[in-house]
């Protein structure tokens, strides 16, 4: 076995001694250069030519030593490894006592050329990067002298339009948008960026730069310095220029998973998925997933709250996170619900702050013939004297079985069914409090029969009610509705069993009792938590008699607003003419502008518009009165009443006389 690892290690050797001459030949151009990233890399492709070269000599040189030396039988193979049979071994030793002869250095050397090449493909490879390189560091500075001789014989036209004048860019470092400085040109910027006019030379006479709304800035020794709040557009020498802001938005919170605000999950769901995604413009600063968990039902419900950050990754501007919960994870149990929301924020100066919808994972209860249905909010709790819907139900199946089994005597089936249909409309009173009903089944109480000579409630009787007694309860419109089934069902039920039909009245009893299973599921209901925090009381003020400061408790009845100031009616009336304009009508126009026209490039046009009246533009006027006649969002609607004299002979004229 030495004799073969011996002639393997060989071979080996004299693959490194061909391949040296690549390495060492491929890495002279970048030590000329003095590139260190150059000597890196090639330093990385031999190690890995190393690595490769050494697999090939390990699974190859055993065919190679075959196909080169006759000598050796085609049985090279056996040297590698250890022989079973005994002819093998002994072939194996005849080879070990051929191998110094049959294989000299001369010869090894030839059978690695034959397999082993010199590498001219990736040397000349090398040499190509390299004088790329060597161009790219060397080729500027050459040209540079008459690239400058160029530029300095021809005459500088273009480059110097604006020349004098350098905007300087400073966004806020929270964007990661580096500042830049050019010619004056439209621009496109960060929220609160930090804009500077210069002078390139502030020996130079001061520069009065001219912003969209009313502003104008002075540019000498200092530079003229404004901060980007919103969209304008300014005015240097006669030319505009746009500078756009981009407003930084608020993070956006993408909840994929569950696909709906209340999921029900499965009466055996082992499992829950989560994947929220919070996006934002620069970054997420923070990203948060609070979870309350709901155990218990009626007035005995407990909640517990957990708080999750969301991992960061490798993009600061994105976040997402999914997650398959197991239920005894999130402490889950049969009738419990979790309800979830994501809260994240940005890295501005102030942060914004953004909270998703709450989203609701319900795990059913087991069911149970023994629950009251009827307890579906606290304040349907009933007296112990009162039946249950499901009672009702049962008594009239056993009506029903009787009457099929046995011959029963009409006098019993009526009073049964009387009973039944007694303790039904019992019922039905009782819901129908929530709603405000107070009707029976035959129409009006007793106590409300009409008496002779008993006073008439005129109010009641043909009064106009400005709201309904059931809009005047505590319950939502969803409560209301199921309520309403439910009565409307019981209705049914109980004319049924009025009328001695107890099979007909099973339909609406169960749809009564649906209803009151849904009124039952939909018991719990969960709302944030909010409160009030009162300012604090200053205590050398308390008791002391001081009202110095606090306001009356008695209010004046205020006049109706002024939609249209009579400045700016004054301003459109004098724009539709060719006369002098009010005093200080362009700050009425730029307050007007500013604060009734939100889009940023319907304002930019008014604001072009008041530049232009500005100047002297006589074409521009009706623009101006255009824009700021579309402000008027909420015109005034004027009621005048005309003066009609109605005589005696123009009532009998019009027929209304007698």
């Keep these: 076995m030495s004799g073969a690892v011996d002639l393997a290690r060989r071979l080996w050797r004299a693959a490194l001694l061909r391949r040296a001459g690549l390495w060492f030949v491929g890495a002279l151009p970048w030590l000329l250069l003095r590139s260190g990233p150059g000597l890196l890399a090639w330093s990385a492709f031999c190690a890995w030519d190393a690595l490769h070269l050494q697999r090939r000599v390990a699974h190859g040189w055993t065919h190679w030593v075959d196909g080169a030396v006759p000598e050796m039988e085609d049985s090279a193979a056996l040297l590698a490894e250890e022989p079973e049979t005994p002819v093998a071994r002994l072939q194996r ?35 190509a990067l390299a004088g790329l390189a060597w161009g790219s560091a060397w080729l500027p500075h050459a040209a540079g002298p008459h690239t400058a001789a160029h530029a300095a014989g021809r005459p500088a036209t273009a480059p110097t339009t604006h020349a004098g004048l350098v905007v300087k860019l400073a966004p806020p470092s929270y964007t990661g948008v580096a500042p830049s400085s050019s010619t004056p040109k439209d621009a496109q910027v960060p929220e609160q960026t930090a804009v500077e006019w210069c002078l390139d030379d502030p020996r130079k006479t001061d520069e009065t730069i001219e912003l969209s709304d009313g502003q104008a800035l002075h540019a000498g020794p200092a530079c003229a310095r404004w901060t980007a709040t919103e969209s304008i557009f300014w005015r240097w020498r006669g030319a505009r220029y ?65 708080e999750l950050p969301l991992p960061a990754s490798t993009d600061p501007r994105r976040r997402s996170w999914s997650r398959d919960w197991l239920l ?7 009738g419990d619900e979790l309800y979830f929301f994501v809260r994240a924020s940005d890295n501005a100066a102030r942060p914004h702050t953004v909270q998703s919808p709450t989203v609701t994972l319900r795990l059913p209860a087991p069911p149970s013939e023994q629950v009251e249905e009827t307890t579906a909010l606290p304040t349907l709790v009933k007296p112990e004297s009162l039946r249950s819907q499901r009672q009702v139900i049962i008594d009239t199946e056993q009506l029903v079985a009787d009457m099929r089994s046995k011959k029963m005597r009409e006098d019993d089936v009526r009073e049964r069914s009387e009973s039944i249909a007694s303790d039904q ?33 005129v109010l009641h009787e043909f009064g106009h009610a400005h709201d309904s007694v059931e809009n005047a309860t505590l319950f939502d419109d969803a409560t209301k509705k199921l309520l309403r089934r439910a009565l409307s069902a019981m209705w049914d039920a109980e004319k049924a069993l009025r009328a001695i039909t107890p099979k007909t009245a099973l339909p609406p009893e ?20 909010t409160a009030f925090a009162p300012p604090a009381i200053k205590e050398d003020k308390r008791m002391s008699g001081d009202m110095a400061g606090a306001a009356s408790y008695k209010r004046a009845q205020s006049d109706a607003a002024e939609i249209v100031p009579a400045n700016l009616r004054d301003l459109v009336q004098a724009l539709g003419g060719d006369g002098p304009l009010p005093v200080l009508w362009t700050r009425t ?43 008027v969002l909420d015109a005034p609607v004027l009621l005048q009443a005309r003066p009609v ?11 209304g006389g007698r």
């Design 242 to 306: 746009t500078l756009k802001v981009i407003p930084d938005q608020p993070p956006e919170i993408a909840i994929a998973q569950p696909n709906e605000m209340t999921k029900d999950l499965p009466r055996d769901a082992k499992n829950a998925a989560i994947a929220v995604t919070v996006t934002d413009d620069y970054r997420v600063q923070q990203a948060t997933l609070h979870l309350t968990l709901a155990r218990g039902s009626g007035e005995n419900i407990r909640f517990s709250d957990r």
């Design 589 to 631: 126009a730029h307050d007007w502008v500013r604060e009734r026209i939100t889009d940023d490039e319907q304002r930019l046009a008014a604001q072009r518009a008041i530049q232009d009246v500005a100047d002297g533009k006589p074409a521009a006027r009706a623009q101006l009165a255009a824009w700021l006649r579309g402000g």
């Design 93 to 127: 030793e005849r080879l070990l006592k051929r191998i110094d002869a049959a294989l000299p250095p001369r010869r090894v050397r030839a059978i690695v050329a034959a397999h082993v090449p010199f590498g001219w493909t990736w040397l000349l490879a090398n040499l």
């Design 645 to 655: 004299v109605e005589t005696p002979f123009a009532k009998a004229l019009q027929g």
């Design 328 to 334: 005894t994870d999130l402490g889950m149990e049969p």
């Design 425 to 457: 409309a019992a019922l039905r009173r009782r819901y129908g409090q929530f709603l405000g009903e107070e009707s029976t089944l035959f129409g009006k109480d007793d106590d409300h029969d009409e008496k002779p000579g008993a006073k008439l409630d």
């Design 510 to 529: 169960y749809k009564a009792l649906d209803a009151i299973k849904a009124l039952q599921q939909a018991e719990r209901i969960y709302l944030h938590k």
